[in-house]
């Protein structure tokens, strides 16, 4: 998982895609935090993204760096806890400015039963899951 986290902030911006009925849906995405031994994303409640995962929430990840590419399918949990969303608002300190703990818009979500693919032209696939 750590070197999952690893990758995805040396990404930057990754691909977030979730479902919204029967169609895809893909978004750019920032957000990564490790709390409590869980990768974790953020959002805001008001947005579709949150909407869709919370009726779907298997999702997938895709991202770029240094050559290689991750595809990572997850299932994401929604986490209410303060505790977990000033936690990753510490590691993002510019989204201060939109969100905070508890101020009812701040979503943050751990991905579970969690595969990773870390792949490129010259090396086989490695294979993650946490």
């Not at 009925?21 to 935090?33: A, H, I, L, Y």
């Not at 869980?38 to 579709?48: A, H, N, S, V």
């Amino acid at each position: 998982m750590n070197e999952v986290y690893e990758f995805l902030k040396a990404c930057g911006t990754y691909y977030l895609a979730t479902m919204d009925g029967q169609q895809p849906r893909v978004r750019p995405f920032g957000t990564v935090d490790l709390f409590e031994g869980k990768l974790y994303i953020q959002t805001g409640k008001r947005k579709d993204v949150s909407r869709q995962m919370k009726a779907n929430p298997h999702i997938e990840i895709s991202g770029m760096a240094d050559g290689k590419w991750i595809r990572l399918t997850a299932e994401a949990v929604l986490d209410d806890r303060i505790e977990a969303q000033k936690h990753m608002l510490d590691a993002y300190p510019t989204l201060q400015g939109m969100y905070q703990p508890g101020d009812g818009n701040t979503e943050v979500f751990y991905l579970k039963q969690a595969t990773a693919q870390i792949c490129s032209f010259t090396e086989p696939p490695k294979v993650i899951t946490f």
